[in-house]
């Protein structure tokens, strides 16, 4: 019987894989601890309880935000295939590229790429944008509900009362603050949480496929895709298109 004969490449850098599950697990904690405050009345949260969650929430979106960041400047100064150039669906040929790809695949004999395949970087695109809008929103959010970094000094100080230190107000009681500046404020807010929580189910639905297409990628190239974001490697049984 003929066997495949499978080469390892090393692809993924130690900074891309710390980047890949820090994010997988501040995002699992966002979606988890975002659902229960956003079903907070059907399961029946006080309001202290909420103001926890909301705390605990922020903490997860500040690993995610930070990480995120770095992620961003990696992409300057990373290898070739944490680099934007090796990443996003950019630069000549992608479109020919994506093309080819599309017509392997309904082949039954897909090109193998060490880094991300055309899809690949569609997806890729999808994600840091919809995790950047969250971190955006987020951090607002952190702001005006708990007068947390970066803008909730100038948040507290915004609906404070009159002779009443900003520092002194406790998130969610609105009665410690001046009733026409807290109205402005929540009206102000009220943009952000809205686009926080519809692209929240965006990031989800986009989640799920991104972990579709991994599972469906593994059972039709069998490169280790998942476990190469461990070890840096990928194994293929053919010669990438995109190795130099």
Same mark, same amino acid.
């Given at each position: 019987m003929e /066997? /495949? #004969?499978?080469t390892s490449y090393r692809v993924w850098d130690r900074t891309i894989r710390w980047f890949h599950w820090i994010n997988f697990l501040a995002v699992l904690g966002l979606i988890g601890t975002g659902l229960v405050i956003y079903n907070g009345k059907a399961l029946g949260l006080s #309001? $202290?309880?909420? %103001? @926890?969650?909301?705390? @605990?929430?922020?903490?997860f979106g500040y690993v995610m935000a930070a990480n995120l960041l770095w992620r961003i400047v990696w992409g300057f100064a990373g290898g070739r295939f944490s680099r934007w150039s090796g990443t996003l669906p950019f630069g000549r040929g992608y479109l020919a590229e994506l093309?080819?790809?599309?017509?392997?695949?309904?082949?039954?004999?897909?090109r193998y790429y060490l880094g991300h395949n055309p899809l690949g970087r569609l997806m890729v695109l999808a994600l840091l944008l919809l995790l950047a809008i969250q971190a955006v929103t987020g951090l607002m959010l952190a702001s005006t509900d708990l007068y947390w970094p970066p803008f909730g000094t100038w948040i507290a100080s915004w %609906?404070? *009362?009159?002779? %009443? $230190? *900003? #520092? /002194?107000l406790l998130p969610g009681d609105k009665t410690m603050a001046d009733a026409a500046a807290w109205d402005a404020m929540r009206a102000f807010r009220k943009p952000f949480i809205t686009l926080h929580e519809w692209t929240f189910f965006v990031l989800s639905a986009a989640i799920v496929a991104h972990i579709a297409a991994v599972v469906m990628g593994e %059972?039709?190239?069998?490169a280790g895709l998942v476990s190469a974001m461990f070890h840096g490697n990928k194994v293929l049984p053919k010669k990438p298109v995109d190795l130099d």
């Open positions: /066997t /495949t #004969a499978y #309001a $202290d309880a909420k %103001v @926890f969650m909301k705390e @605990f929430h922020s903490l093309g080819t790809y599309l017509k392997s695949l309904r082949s039954g004999e897909p %609906v404070a *009362p009159a002779g %009443v $230190d *900003p #520092a /002194t %059972v039709r190239e069998k």
